[in-house]
């Protein structure tokens, strides 16, 4: 069994995001006391009690997180003897690329100060896209895109997937309304679009989310309001109709899928269970700790590439590269959720050479980093789950596939994707 080589102070706002760090780098259950076989976790508030920690050898060394809230971009490491201080807020920098370039340099710190290996996941990632082709809200409110432009965009996409050896995974609602607004099936209102889909997934370079039935409240809709988080107000039985019905649509439209993202992670009080019971993994927002629960994976980065400088897709490698897997999610427009930004700096190169071509198409190319359909994914997190580091040996979990980090270098182990 691994043995416990972290610590954080109680009650200190560091311990969530020690938890994940350590549930990523396999560094055993928290230790209940200091020991000198553990590098110690917090904030500047914890700075001189860790401090004291390490000077007396009751710690091997001690990482403090010490980013303020209206910080810039974060990521600026400094190191004292066996203390190193990093510009990231615990509480406010998970989820987003926000010192991205500390990670790879606090895993060495890591190593150095335990004078061990730490495991980590390979170089991977989890790159998503939310309803598309369209969506029923998206044609009450006028913005639906036409089935002959999706259909191109999807045709085109397929090729850069297929020829990067990445998956990308299309979150897809069973119905959307005909002209007369009334309930149809997807592929109904998008057919050629739909058939590229589908000729994606039966080449490999896409695979199918269950996103749900309709992606709208009927209900709130009959009151003149648009409220799109389909599951939040669902009974028990209403939300595992939808789940079967929409389940129905994607393996006859598009092939059967293993995983379920309610819209805007709303599962109300009955969507996740029924997802559950169905075998479906379901995805949840970024929260601190381990990546996987059972059947629910949390998501690492909050929407559409947060943080990102112009198309400097560097942040994700460095998230890649420390075992921390960028899941990125996209929406419908590609573009839409990071041009506010450009477009306030005046940044009209960035926003031409996006608009050229996008991030879906560039994103498979990234060197560093390898884009995994869900199943993939799924797999190598249960696995990495039961990796353990004992001594100097890393012990892979059944499947698993991981990264060996020593003061040697990297060693690959076990299977790659």
Not at 255 to 262: D, I, K, L, N, R
Not at 279 to 292: N, Q, Y
């Amino acid at each position: 069994m691994s043995t416990a080589r972290w610590f954080a102070p109680e009650r200190s706002v560091a311990a969530a995001w020690a938890s994940a760090v350590a549930w990523l780098w396999r560094l055993g259950p928290r230790a209940a006391e200091p020991t000198a076989g553990a590098v110690g976790f917090g904030t500047s508030a914890d700075a001189r009690a860790l401090g004291e920690l390490v000077a007396s050898a009751r710690l091997a060394g001690a990482v403090l997180l010490d980013g303020a809230e209206d910080a810039g971009n974060g990521g600026a490491v400094s190191r004292e003897g066996r203390i190193l201080t990093v510009d990231i807020h615990p509480e406010l920098d998970w989820g987003t690329v926000r010192g991205a370039s500390a990670y790879p340099a606090m895993a060495e710190f890591v190593v150095d100060v335990l004078d061990g290996p730490i495991a980590m996941l390979p170089p991977i990632g989890c790159l998503r896209i939310d309803d598309s082709p369209g969506t029923a809200q998206r044609q009450v409110q006028g913005t639906a895109k036409g089935d002959a432009f999706q259909a191109r965009r999807f045709r085109k996409l397929i090729q850069a997937y297929h020829r990067n050896e990445s998956v990308l995974n299309l979150a897809v609602v069973a119905n959307a309304f005909d002209e007369e607004r009334r309930w149809v099936p997807m592929d109904r209102v998008w057919p050629d679009a739909i058939a590229a889909m589908r000729a994606g997934v039966e080449a490999g370079a896409y695979e199918p989310v269950c996103h749900g039935l309709q992606h709208l409240d009927t209900e709130e809709l009959a009151q003149g309001r648009i409220e799109f988080r389909e599951f939040a107000s669902l009974s028990a039985e209403e939300a595992a109709s939808h789940i079967d019905r929409a389940l129905a649509w994607a393996g006859r439209a598009l092939g059967e899928p293993t995983s379920f993202v309610a819209p805007a992670w709303a599962y109300g009080d009955h969507g996740r269970q029924a997802a559950h019971a169905r075998g479906l993994t379901t995805w949840s927002r970024p929260v601190a700790g381990p990546l996987i629960d059972g059947a629910e994976v949390h998501e690492t980065l909050f929407g559409d590439l947060p943080g990102l400088q112009g198309i400097d897709y560097a942040p994700l490698v460095a998230l890649a590269a420390a075992g921390l897997p960028p899941t990125v999610t996209l929406h419908g427009g590609l573009i839409d959720g990071r041009s506010a930004r450009p477009r306030r700096l005046g940044d009209l190169p960035t926003l031409a050479r996006l608009a050229y071509r996008r991030d879906l198409e560039r994103l498979p190319a990234l060197a560093g980093v390898r884009w995994l359909g869900a199943t993939e994914y799924t797999r190598l997190l249960r696995a990495h789950s039961s990796t353990e580091v004992v001594g100097d040996e890393v012990r892979l979990g059944d499947g698993a596939a991981a990264v060996r980090l020593d003061r040697s270098g990297r060693t690959e182990l076990g299977a790659t994707p």
